[in-house]
Protein backbone atom coordinates (compact mmCIF):
# COMPACT_ATOMS: atom_id res chain seq x y z
CA UNK A 1 0.00 0.00 0.00
CA UNK A 2 0.65 3.71 -0.01
CA UNK A 3 3.35 4.61 2.49
CA UNK A 4 5.75 7.85 3.28
CA UNK A 5 8.73 7.89 5.00
CA UNK A 6 10.65 10.69 6.65
CA UNK A 7 13.62 11.35 8.66
CA UNK A 8 13.31 11.14 12.16
CA UNK A 9 13.71 13.80 14.15
CA UNK A 10 14.30 15.80 16.33
CA UNK A 11 16.32 17.71 13.83
CA UNK A 12 17.99 20.75 16.55
CA UNK A 13 19.73 23.73 14.14
CA UNK A 14 21.17 27.13 15.16
CA UNK A 15 19.52 30.34 13.65
CA UNK A 16 20.47 31.06 9.94
CA UNK A 17 21.63 26.98 9.77
CA UNK A 18 20.36 25.09 5.99
CA UNK A 19 17.57 22.68 6.87
CA UNK A 20 16.76 19.73 5.12
CA UNK A 21 14.38 16.91 5.83
CA UNK A 22 14.36 13.67 4.05
CA UNK A 23 11.04 12.09 2.37
CA UNK A 24 10.59 9.57 0.28
CA UNK A 25 7.21 7.45 -1.23
CA UNK A 26 5.59 4.51 -2.18
CA UNK A 27 2.64 4.73 -4.24
CA UNK A 28 0.60 3.51 -7.18
CA UNK A 29 0.80 6.09 -9.81
CA UNK A 30 2.02 9.94 -9.28
CA UNK A 31 0.43 11.27 -6.44
CA UNK A 32 -0.41 14.75 -5.01
CA UNK A 33 2.52 15.40 -2.08
CA UNK A 34 2.69 17.71 0.54
CA UNK A 35 4.38 18.86 3.43
CA UNK A 36 2.24 20.22 6.36
CA UNK A 37 3.48 21.75 9.39
CA UNK A 38 1.99 22.23 13.42
CA UNK A 39 3.08 24.67 15.44
CA UNK A 40 3.23 23.69 19.55
CA UNK A 41 -0.54 23.63 20.31
CA UNK A 42 -1.86 23.89 17.11
CA UNK A 43 -3.81 22.32 14.50
CA UNK A 44 -2.24 21.17 10.48
CA UNK A 45 -0.95 24.14 8.31
CA UNK A 46 -0.39 23.24 4.69
CA UNK A 47 3.17 24.33 3.79
CA UNK A 48 3.61 23.69 0.40
CA UNK A 49 2.46 21.10 -2.29
CA UNK A 50 3.32 20.00 -5.88
CA UNK A 51 0.52 17.72 -8.15
CA UNK A 52 3.10 16.36 -10.64
CA UNK A 53 6.66 15.26 -11.05
CA UNK A 54 9.06 17.91 -11.04
CA UNK A 55 6.98 20.58 -9.81
CA UNK A 56 8.50 22.56 -6.92
CA UNK A 57 6.29 23.73 -3.90
CA UNK A 58 7.68 26.73 -1.87
CA UNK A 59 6.20 28.88 0.58
CA UNK A 60 7.63 30.98 3.34
CA UNK A 61 11.22 30.54 2.36
CA UNK A 62 10.95 26.71 2.18
CA UNK A 63 10.76 24.38 -0.93
CA UNK A 64 10.97 20.77 -2.06
CA UNK A 65 10.73 19.38 -5.39
CA UNK A 66 8.59 16.63 -6.49
CA UNK A 67 11.30 13.62 -8.19
CA UNK A 68 9.46 10.58 -9.25
CA UNK A 69 12.89 8.99 -10.17
CA UNK A 70 13.76 9.12 -6.36
CA UNK A 71 10.64 9.09 -4.98
CA UNK A 72 10.97 11.67 -2.92
CA UNK A 73 9.98 14.92 -1.51
CA UNK A 74 12.84 16.64 0.69
CA UNK A 75 11.74 19.80 2.22
CA UNK A 76 14.52 22.77 2.40
CA UNK A 77 15.17 25.96 3.49
CA UNK A 78 18.34 28.18 3.16
CA UNK A 79 18.63 29.86 6.69
CA UNK A 80 15.84 28.63 9.16
CA UNK A 81 14.59 31.13 11.68
CA UNK A 82 13.30 30.37 15.60
CA UNK A 83 9.85 30.75 14.54
CA UNK A 84 10.57 27.71 12.39
CA UNK A 85 10.41 25.59 15.28
CA UNK A 86 7.91 22.82 14.84
CA UNK A 87 6.83 19.54 13.47
CA UNK A 88 6.52 18.61 10.10
CA UNK A 89 5.00 16.16 8.41
CA UNK A 90 5.27 15.26 4.72
CA UNK A 91 1.86 13.36 3.04
CA UNK A 92 0.62 12.08 -0.22
CA UNK A 93 -2.57 12.04 -1.42
CA UNK A 94 -3.79 8.51 -1.99
CA UNK A 95 -5.15 7.40 -5.87
CA UNK A 96 -8.51 7.89 -5.12
CA UNK A 97 -8.60 11.11 -3.68
CA UNK A 98 -9.59 9.98 -0.35
CA UNK A 99 -7.11 10.33 2.25
CA UNK A 100 -3.61 11.64 2.84
CA UNK A 101 -1.02 9.40 3.94
CA UNK A 102 1.24 10.95 6.16
CA UNK A 103 4.50 10.26 7.61
CA UNK A 104 5.39 10.19 11.46
CA UNK A 105 6.50 13.65 11.71
CA UNK A 106 9.82 15.62 11.90
CA UNK A 107 10.71 17.84 15.05
CA UNK A 108 12.33 20.66 14.09
CA UNK A 109 14.24 22.76 17.17
CA UNK A 110 15.98 26.27 15.84
CA UNK A 111 17.97 27.82 18.32
CA UNK A 112 19.16 31.83 18.48
CA UNK B 1 -14.75 32.71 6.96
CA UNK B 2 -13.97 30.35 10.45
CA UNK B 3 -12.68 27.94 8.28
CA UNK B 4 -12.66 24.12 10.06
CA UNK B 5 -13.83 24.21 14.06
CA UNK B 6 -13.61 21.75 16.55
CA UNK B 7 -15.26 21.29 19.82
CA UNK B 8 -13.86 20.71 22.51
CA UNK B 9 -10.69 21.48 22.54
CA UNK B 10 -9.91 19.07 25.33
CA UNK B 11 -12.25 16.32 27.04
CA UNK B 12 -11.50 13.25 29.93
CA UNK B 13 -13.69 10.67 29.67
CA UNK B 14 -13.69 7.21 31.14
CA UNK B 15 -13.82 3.56 29.80
CA UNK B 16 -17.33 2.72 28.43
CA UNK B 17 -18.39 6.41 27.99
CA UNK B 18 -19.02 7.88 24.84
CA UNK B 19 -18.98 11.04 23.19
CA UNK B 20 -19.43 13.50 20.19
CA UNK B 21 -16.59 14.88 18.74
CA UNK B 22 -17.93 17.85 17.03
CA UNK B 23 -16.72 19.64 13.68
CA UNK B 24 -17.66 21.89 11.08
CA UNK B 25 -16.57 23.87 8.31
CA UNK B 26 -18.33 27.35 6.48
CA UNK B 27 -16.34 26.80 3.18
CA UNK B 28 -19.14 24.83 1.72
CA UNK B 29 -16.13 21.92 1.32
CA UNK B 30 -17.97 18.91 0.00
CA UNK B 31 -15.41 16.51 1.33
CA UNK B 32 -15.20 16.21 5.11
CA UNK B 33 -12.61 13.87 7.30
CA UNK B 34 -11.23 12.80 10.60
CA UNK B 35 -7.72 11.40 11.52
CA UNK B 36 -5.86 10.40 15.03
CA UNK B 37 -2.55 11.79 15.72
CA UNK B 38 -0.51 9.46 17.76
CA UNK B 39 3.15 10.17 18.76
CA UNK B 40 5.41 8.65 16.43
CA UNK B 41 2.58 7.88 14.08
CA UNK B 42 1.62 10.58 12.13
CA UNK B 43 -2.03 11.07 11.36
CA UNK B 44 -4.76 7.98 10.26
CA UNK B 45 -7.42 8.69 8.92
CA UNK B 46 -10.99 7.66 10.65
CA UNK B 47 -13.67 7.95 8.74
CA UNK B 48 -14.62 10.22 5.32
CA UNK B 49 -17.65 11.46 3.69
CA UNK B 50 -17.39 13.15 -0.44
CA UNK B 51 -20.77 14.61 0.58
CA UNK B 52 -23.66 15.22 2.55
CA UNK B 53 -25.38 11.29 3.42
CA UNK B 54 -22.05 9.68 2.19
CA UNK B 55 -19.74 8.24 4.05
CA UNK B 56 -16.89 5.87 4.08
CA UNK B 57 -13.94 4.23 6.70
CA UNK B 58 -10.69 4.89 6.49
CA UNK B 59 -7.41 2.99 8.29
CA UNK B 60 -8.54 2.96 11.64
CA UNK B 61 -12.34 3.05 11.88
CA UNK B 62 -13.03 0.76 14.98
CA UNK B 63 -15.20 2.49 18.04
CA UNK B 64 -15.94 5.16 15.96
CA UNK B 65 -19.13 6.40 13.73
CA UNK B 66 -20.15 9.23 12.01
CA UNK B 67 -22.91 10.49 9.82
CA UNK B 68 -23.23 13.77 7.55
CA UNK B 69 -26.77 15.39 7.70
CA UNK B 70 -25.41 18.50 6.25
CA UNK B 71 -22.78 19.98 3.80
CA UNK B 72 -21.34 22.20 7.27
CA UNK B 73 -20.97 19.17 10.09
CA UNK B 74 -19.69 16.23 10.62
CA UNK B 75 -19.56 14.88 14.27
CA UNK B 76 -17.77 11.84 15.15
CA UNK B 77 -18.82 9.61 17.55
CA UNK B 78 -17.34 7.52 19.94
CA UNK B 79 -19.60 4.88 21.52
CA UNK B 80 -17.56 3.09 24.13
CA UNK B 81 -14.29 5.02 25.40
CA UNK B 82 -11.30 2.97 25.22
CA UNK B 83 -8.13 4.10 26.48
CA UNK B 84 -6.93 3.10 23.04
CA UNK B 85 -8.59 6.06 21.96
CA UNK B 86 -6.64 8.43 23.88
CA UNK B 87 -5.37 10.68 21.09
CA UNK B 88 -5.66 13.96 19.28
CA UNK B 89 -8.30 14.00 17.04
CA UNK B 90 -7.98 16.47 13.60
CA UNK B 91 -11.13 17.39 11.50
CA UNK B 92 -10.17 18.21 7.79
CA UNK B 93 -12.55 19.16 4.97
CA UNK B 94 -11.80 20.74 1.29
CA UNK B 95 -13.73 21.56 -1.56
CA UNK B 96 -13.64 18.15 -2.91
CA UNK B 97 -11.97 14.91 -2.73
CA UNK B 98 -8.13 14.70 -4.35
CA UNK B 99 -7.85 18.71 -3.46
CA UNK B 100 -5.74 20.24 -0.53
CA UNK B 101 -7.30 19.35 2.74
CA UNK B 102 -7.43 21.95 5.54
CA UNK B 103 -7.72 20.99 8.95
CA UNK B 104 -8.84 22.36 12.51
CA UNK B 105 -7.31 23.26 15.73
CA UNK B 106 -7.65 19.30 17.24
CA UNK B 107 -9.38 17.98 20.22
CA UNK B 108 -7.38 16.46 22.94
CA UNK B 109 -9.37 13.12 23.94
CA UNK B 110 -7.54 11.20 27.11
CA UNK B 111 -9.84 8.24 28.35
CA UNK B 112 -9.08 6.78 32.01
Known amino acids: GDSVTQMEGPVTLSEEAFLTINCTYTATGYPSLFWYVQYPGEGLQLLLK?????DKGSNKGFEATYRKETTSFHLEKGSVQVSDSAVYFC???????????FGKGTTLSVSS | NAGVTQTPKFQVLKTGQSMTLQCAQD?????MSWYRQDPGMGLRLIHY???????DQGEVPNGYNVSRSTTEDFPLRLLSAAPSQTSVYFCASSYLAQETQYFGPGTRLLVL
Open chain 2, 27 to 31: MNHEY
Open chain 1, 91 to 101: ALMNQAGTALI
Open chain 2, 49 to 55: SVGAGIT
Open chain 1, 50 to 54: ATKAD
